[in-house]
C-alpha cells in the first residue's frame, strides 16, 4: 500500500508547483477505503453496452428440414415452396435459393429465402417455423442473423444466478389513507408528478415528483391503480408501492404506448415503424406478463392489415388502439383476451398463451368496428351494407364465439357504440340516410344484456330531424343521457331502462328535458345520480353545469375557460377540469366538488395531462353498500367531526404561516431602519452644524376619513 501510495504521490506531483505535495500532506488521507465508492458510481466502472451491428442479411430466413429430392423433382418442390414462403411476404426477385448437392444429386434439405424488408422477415419466420409439410417434414425456420449468436451458445448449460428479490412495499398503500383522499396525476413540460386531492386544504398535496421520468407526454394508470406506467426508448417500465419504486421493465425499442389488461396481470406495448420506399408502415406489439417481465408473445407486419374500417386512419395507417383488452374473464374463468379487426375477421387471442382462439378468426364480411363489454368477455361488431346484404351488429360470446344477438340495419351512414360501465346495456346510435340520401337520421338500438335473449328496444326522438350528439349511461343504474339537436345549443333528454312505476325492466321511458344546453359532453359521477353537462369544444368557453338528476334541478355552475377535459374522481366525490398543451393558452386544471364549488386551481406551462388513479373494485356486497347508505347519518357525525379539526389545523398553519412572514418582513424592516439611523449618524458627524434632518423639512397631519360603507333602512318596530 506504501508503494502505491508514492507512486500516486509522483503522479500528482508532475506538472504541478515546486515543493508539491504541500507540508504536512499525506495522500492516504484524501485515498478512499478499498471497496468504498462512498455511494458515486466510477464513470471507469460502468460497463459499456454491446453495440449490435446491422450485418445486412436481417431480411434473410433459412429454412431447413426440406425433402431432399432428385433432379427430377427438384423444379416441383421448389415450386411449393415458392408457394409456401410467399405466402408469408413479399420475396424478392430470385430471392429463393434452393441449392443441390451436385456429390449425391439430391437437393441439400435447407433453403435461403430473401425477402424485401426486415419485418418481413420477422413474420415469415415465425409463420414457417413449425410449418407440416408432410408427415415426415416439418419446417424449421429460423433468421440467417441468428447464427452468429446461436453459435455462441455454449454446449453446456449453465443455470443464471437469480437476481436478488427487492420488495417493492405495500402496493395499495395509497388505499389506506385514513382521510380517505384520491391520488392524481399531471404531467406537463418535462416534469410529472403524483398528488393527494386535498379538499379540506384546497391545495393539492405532493407524494412523488420528477423529472424526466418518461419520454411521452402522459403517464398510464393500471386499471385499478396498482402501477402507474411509463414510456422510453428502450421500453416501458411501471412503478408502485409507497416511494414509486421500479417493479418492472419491459424491453420494446421506440414503445409509444402501454395498455394493462384489466386483471392487471398483463400488458402489451406498441410502436410503429416507419415506412420503407418498397414497403408499407409496419408495426410491433408485443405482450409482457406484468410481475415478472416475460414476454408472451410478439404481434408485427405491415400496418395495412389491421387499418380497416374505424381502426384506419387518414395516412393509411392504424388508429390507437387496434389491439383491444376484453373488459372481463370468460365465464369458464378463462382469459383475458386480446381482439384486433382485419379484412373481414376479428382475431382473438387468450392469455397467457397468446394462442388464436380455436386457432381460426371470427368471420365478419365488411366488419367496421368492434368494442368489448366493459364487465364480460362479450365483443360487439358492426358490419357494413354491401350489396344486398344488410348492415349488422352483432354480439359474440367469448370464448365458444355464440352469436348471443343479432340486429339488421337499412341504409345506414354510421354507427357508434356506447356501453354501459358494467356492461347492463349497450346503446348502438344509428346514423341513416333518407330516401333523398342528401341528409341523415339518427336514432338509438339499446340491447338489455343482463335481459333473456338480449332484447333490443328502438328509441327515436320526438323532433325526427334533430340529430343525437351523444349518449351517456349512469353507473351503477338503468338511467341514460342523450345530447341532442343544434350542436350550438343542444338539448339534454334523461332517459330510463326501468319502468318508473312498476319497476320492471324493459322499454326506454323519458324522464325530463333540458333545453338549449351549453354543452358539448355528457359527464355521469362514478357514483350514479349527479350529471355535469361541460362545454369543452370552440365556441362554448368552457361552461359547466352540475345536475342532480334524482332532483332534475341544477345544483351548481362554473365556467373553466377554454377547458378540453373532464375527469371525475373514482368516488364521484370531485370531478377535474383541465386545458391541455392543445391550447397554448390558459395551461392547467381545476377541481370542483360534486355539486360545482371549486376547490383547488392550478397553471402550468406546457401541460400534457390530469389523470386520477383508478381504485380496485370495492370488497363490500351491494346490501352491504345500501345498509351503509341507509344509515349514513349515524355515521357521518364522526366524519364531520373530523373535518373541522383539519379545518381549523389548516387555518391554524395558515396564521401561523402568515405570523412568520410578518415577523420576518419586521426584522428585515428593523435592520433596515437601525442601517439608517447609523447611516444619518455618520453624516451629521460629517457635516457638523450644517447638517439638517430630512424629516424637518416635512409636516405630518393626521387627518381622520369617514366612509360610508353601506345604508340600510328599515322601519322601526312598535312606532306608529
Not at 385 to 401: F, H, S, T, Y
Request: hydrophobic letters at 35%; proline letters at 6%; a negative charge.
Amino acid at each position: 500500500m506504501a508503494t502505491t501510495a508514492r507512486a500516486l504521490e509522483e503522479k500528482l506531483a508532475e506538472g504541478q508547483p515546486k515543493g508539491f505535495p504541500f507540508e504536512d500532506f499525506d495522500v492516504m488521507d484524501v485515498m478512499l477505503p478499498e471497496n468504498d465508492d462512498m455511494g458515486i458510481p466510477s464513470d471507469d466502472e460502468e460497463e459499456e453496452e454491446e453495440i449490435q451491428v446491422e450485418s445486412g442479411l436481417g431480411n434473410i430466413v433459412v429454412v431447413d428440414n426440406l425433402p431432399q429430392v432428385p433432379q427430377e423433382k427438384y423444379e416441383k418442390l421448389t415450386a411449393i415452396l415458392r408457394k409456401i414462403v410467399s405466402a408469408s411476404g413479399q420475396v424478392s426477385e430470385d430471392g429463393l435459393h434452393h441449392p443441390m448437392d451436385a456429390a449425391s444429386g439430391l437437393s441439400k434439405g435447407f433453403a435461403f429465402v430473401e425477402y424485401e424488408t426486415q419485418e418481413q422477415a420477422r413474420a415469415a419466420q415465425k409463420a414457417l417455423d413449425g410449418y407440416q409439410l408432410d408427415k415426415s417434414h416439418k419446417f424449421v425456420a429460423i433468421l440467417f442473423d441468428d447464427f452468429d449468436r446461436l453459435k455462441t451458445v455454449p454446449e453446456t448449460y449453465v443455470e443464471p444466478e437469480p437476481r436478488p428479490f427487492e420488495a417493492p412495499g405495500d402496493l395499495g398503500d395509497w388505499l389506506s389513507d385514513r382521510r380517505g383522499r384520491d391520488q392524481f396525476c399531471v404531467r406537463y413540460s418535462d416534469e410529472a408528478e403524483i398528488l393527494w386531492n386535498d379538499a379540506a386544504k384546497q391545495e393539492p398535496e405532493r407524494v412523488y415528483e420528477r423529472s424526466f421520468w418518461t419520454e411521452a407526454p402522459f403517464l398510464v394508470w393500471s386499471p385499478r391503480g396498482t402501477f402507474v406506467a411509463t414510456l422510453h426508448r428502450q421500453g416501458a417500465a411501471v412503478w408502485g408501492g409507497p416511494d414509486f419504486r421500479r417493479i418492472q421493465r419491459y424491453a420494446h425499442a421506440n414503445a409509444q404506448q402501454v395498455a394493462f389488461s384489466p386483471c392487471e396481470r398483463y400488458l402489451y406495448t406498441f410502436s410503429e415503424i416507419p415506412p420503407e420506399p418498397r414497403s408499407p408502415p409496419g408495426y410491433v406489439l408485443s405482450v409482457f406478463e406484468v410481475r415478472s417481465g416475460r414476454l408472451l408473445r410478439t404481434f408485427e407486419g405491415p400496418q395495412t392489415e389491421h387499418a380497416v374500417g374505424a381502426a384506419a386512419r387518414s395516412d393509411g395507417g392504424m388508429a390507437w388502439p387496434s389491439y383491444k383488452w376484453s373488459g372481463g374473464l370468460a365465464e369458464d374463468g378463462s382469459g383475458p383476451f386480446i381482439a384486433s379487426m382485419k379484412q373481414g375477421a376479428i382475431s382473438v387471442y387468450s392469455a397467457p398463451d397468446m394462442g388464436l382462439l380455436d386457432k381460426k378468426s371470427i368471420k365478419a364480411e365488411g366488419v367496421h368496428a368492434f368494442e368489448w363489454s366493459p364487465s364480460d368477455a362479450v365483443l360487439c361488431a358492426y358490419q357494413e351494407e354491401k350489396g344486398n346484404l344488410p348492415a349488422r351488429v352483432v354480439l359474440v360470446q367469448i370464448p365458444n364465439k355464440e352469436e348471443l344477438r343479432a340486429k339488421n340495419l337499412f341504409s345506414v351512414a354510421d354507427v357508434r357504440m356506447a356501453w354501459h360501465p358494467q356492461g347492463d346495456y349497450l346503446a348502438i346510435r344509428v346514423e341513416k340516410w333518407t330516401k333523398t340520401r342528401k341528409s341523415t337520421t339518427t336514432n338509438l338500438e339499446i340491447f338489455s344484456m343482463r335481459q333473456r335473449n338480449v332484447p333490443v328496444d328502438m328509441l327515436e326522438l320526438p323532433n325526427k330531424t334533430e340529430k343525437i350528439l351523444g349518449v351517456a349511461w349512469e353507473p351503477h343504474g338503468h338511467r341514460f343521457a342523450v345530447l341532442h339537436g343544434d350542436p350550438a345549443r343542444p338539448s339534454v333528454s334523461l332517459y330510463t331502462m326501468k319502468d318508473p312505476k312498476t319497476g320492471a325492466i324493459g322499454g326506454t321511458h323519458h324522464l325530463h328535458t333540458m333545453p338549449n344546453r351549453n354543452a358539448t359532453s355528457l359527464h355521469w359521477s362514478p357514483a350514479g345520480r349527479f350529471l355535469l353537462l361541460a362545454g369543452t369544444k370552440a365556441g362554448h368557453n368552457g361552461k359547466l353545469e352540475w345536475w342532480d338528476v334524482d332532483e332534475l334541478a341544477v345544483i351548481g355552475a362554473g365556467e373553466h375557460f377554454m377547458a378540453t377535459e373532464v375527469a371525475w374522481d373514482p368516488t364521484g366525490r370531485y370531478v377535474a377540469t383541465a386545458v391541455t398543451a392543445v391550447n397554448q393558452m390558459e395551461n392547467g386544471y381545476m377541481i370542483w366538488s360534486f355539486s360545482g364549488q371549486l376547490v383547488s386551481k392550478k397553471s402550468h406551462d406546457r401541460f400534457f395531462q390530469f389523470a386520477w388513479r383508478p381504485r380496485p373494485p370495492g370488497l363490500l356486497p351491494e346490501d352491504k353498500q345500501k345498509e351503509l347508505a341507509k344509515n349514513l347519518k349515524q355515521y357521518s357525525k364522526r366524519y364531520e367531526e373530523e373535518d373541522e379539526k383539519l379545518l381549523a389545523a389548516a387555518d391554524s398553519e395558515f396564521l401561523a404561516e402568515r405570523e412568520r412572514m410578518v415577523n420576518a418582513w419586521r426584522e428585515w424592516r428593523a435592520a433596515k431602519d437601525a442601517w439608517v439611523a447609523e447611516q444619518q449618524k455618520g453624516t451629521a458627524a460629517l457635516f457638523g452644524s450644517k447638517w439638517k434632518d430630512p424629516e424637518s423639512e416635512y409636516r405630518v397631519e393626521k387627518v381622520e376619513v369617514t366612509a360610508v360603507v353601506d345604508i340600510k333602512e328599515e322601519p322601526a318596530k312598535g312606532l306608529n
